[in-house]
């Protein structure tokens, strides 16, 4: 038993007329996940009184976009087709697949659950055709009850708390795996399958894997109050962590996120912000600025003191005394801090490393002494050359010379008088 195909985008009237039975779906509500397929007769049909469980050989069997059509028998599934068109059954060829945008992977499940035999050309006793909804299911709603702990991390200022947040919003999903699908959720449905038998399952578990995803979101170093921005890491997230609830059970995948802006108690808000401020005071400079902020604050509020603006000045100045550190001081930290962090300044090009190990830039080492060795090579009148002709006298750089004994080349304008490696003479 196979499915031939007819004819793609053909379906309904005229062509319908021409089978023995036509199987065929209208566009499904968007609340309806899966639906039985009915023959649909007319007074040209030949088989006006067969049984809706039954397909006779030469039926023909439409499917639309975004639909995917079994038939089960026996209640297994024998034929699938994910891909619209008409198609004629035909109980004397092999079972076949047409997977459609659905891929590879409803072949493997095929292989695993379907059922590959026939019944030597004959139909069995009950055959009916599913179609399943493989479009987008659009607003599912979403809220946690209970707040989700979150892990604030910010390695730049070596923050790393714990928060608990809550958010809300909508997802959407496919059937991805229609297989799957009949097999562990809906199974021989009568008429149709609707989401609200799954709605609450599904709802739960959604917001029970939030935890996990929020864990890798936080591994990314996402703050809360940016998680709205990250819709596209959270399906992922999502994904990963329902892969085995929901896309090897049930042949479920999350399409899409949305979330309201996440919300934290007014007590781990504040938190983060007073972690924040405490890191800011890691660095001397900022701690020094902080601290002169701090310091103008108080002469404005010593001048202005009932008791008169020098009583208030020599409260000020105890306070000051007893802190153990002053603006000066921290300034003087961070600016050591900075140089210490800068980078050494690169040698400029004229710059030349002395045998001592020192950098110099003038014609002697400025540790030892030593003149700067001169590059080149040079002439028999004593100039220094970098060309292959002499500036002074025109004459030519001299050519590497080589040792007839073992090979080995002079430097260039360096000729020794025997060779340093076997000692044969030049």
Same mark, same amino acid.
């Given at each position: ?6 004819g /793609?985008?053909a379906?309904?009237?005229?062509l319908?007329d021409?089978w023995?039975?036509f ?13 039985? *397929? ?7 049909s030949s088989?006006?009184k067969g049984?809706?469980n ?8 439409a499917?639309?976009?975004g639909?995917c059509?079994?038939i089960?028998? &026996?209640g297994k599934v024998?034929?699938?087709c994910?891909?619209p068109g008409q198609? $004629?059954?035909?109980?004397s060829?092999e079972?076949s /697949? ?5 891929g590879k992977?409803i072949?493997?499940t095929?292989k $695993?659950i379907g059922?590959?035999?026939a019944y030597?050309g ?5 055959q ?5 909804n493989?479009k987008?299911?659009y607003?599912?709603k979403?809220?946690?009850p209970?707040?989700i ?5 910010d390695s ?8 608990s947040?809550r958010c809300?919003?909508?997802?959407s999903?496919t ?9 562990n ?6 008429e149709d399958f609707?989401r609200?038998?799954?709605d609450?399952q599904?709802k739960?578990?959604?917001v029970? =894997? ?10 990314l170093?996402?703050r +809360?109050?940016q998680?709205a921005?990250h819709?596209a890491?959270i399906e992922l997230?999502? !994904?990963?962590?329902l892969?085995q609830? %929901?896309g ?7 399409k899409?996120?949305?979330?309201n +802006?996440v919300?934290l108690?007014?007590e781990?808000?504040?938190?983060i912000k &007073?972690?924040?401020?405490?890191? /800011?005071?890691r ?6 600025? $902080?601290?002169?902020g701090a310091?103008?604050d108080?002469?404005?509020a010593?001048?202005? !003191?009932?008791g ?10 105890m306070?000051m !005394? ?7 001081n ?5 600016q050591?801090?900075? =140089?210490?962090a800068? +980078?050494q ?6 710059s %030349?490393?002395?045998?001592c190990?020192?950098?110099?830039t003038?014609?002697? #080492?400025?540790e ?6 001169e590059?080149?090579w040079k002439c028999a009148?004593?100039a220094?050359n ?6 002074e006298?025109? =004459? ?9 004994s073992?090979g080995?080349? =002079?430097p260039? *304008?360096k $000729?020794p008088?025997?060779c340093p490696? #076997?000692g044969?003479?030049?």
């Open positions: 038993m196979g499915l031939i195909k007819a /793609i985008g379906v309904g009237g005229v319908a021409q023995k039975e199987f065929y779906c209208d566009a499904m509500d968007p609340t309806v996940l899966v639906t039985k *397929g009915h023959k649909q007769i007319t007074g040209r088989n006006t049984n809706d039954i397909i006779s050989n030469g039926s023909g069997i499917v639309a976009d639909q059509m079994i089960v028998e &026996q024998v034929e699938v994910a891909e198609f $004629t059954y035909n109980s060829t079972p /697949i047409f997977a459609g945008s659905l992977s072949i493997e095929f $695993t059922k590959r035999f030597g004959d139909t069995g006793k009950d009916r055709v599913y179609y399943f493989t987008e299911i607003d599912n979403f809220g946690t209970n707040p702990p979150f892990r604030v991390v730049k200022i070596g923050l790393d708390i714990d928060v947040v809300s919003g909508v997802y999903y059937i991805a795996d229609p297989l799957l699908f009949y097999t959720v809906c199974g021989n449905v009568e609707t609200d038998k799954l609450s599904l739960t578990e959604f029970s =894997a939030l935890a996990p995803a929020f864990g890798k979101l936080s591994d170093e996402i +809360p109050n998680l921005n819709n890491e997230a999502m !994904n990963e962590t892969s609830k %929901w090897e059970l049930r042949g479920l995948k999350v899409s996120v949305a979330l +802006p919300t108690p007014d781990d808000a504040e938190l &007073q972690a924040q401020r405490t890191a /800011i005071m660095d001397p400079t900022m701690a020094a600025a $902080t601290l002169v310091q103008a108080a002469m404005k010593a001048a202005a !003191n009932e008169g603006a020098m009583t208030g000045f020599m409260g000020m100045g306070a !005394n007893q802190g153990g550190m002053n603006a000066q921290l300034f003087a930290m961070g050591q801090q900075q =140089a210490q800068a +980078p300044q690169a040698p400029s090009g004229d %030349w490393k002395c045998a190990g020192a950098t110099a003038g014609k002697f #080492c400025t030892c002494g030593a003149k700067k060795p590059e080149g009148c004593g220094v970098k060309g292959k002709f002499c500036s006298c025109g =004459a030519k750089m001299p050519s590497a010379a080589k040792c007839s073992c080995w080349e =002079a260039e *304008g $000729t008088k025997f490696e #076997c044969n003479a030049f």
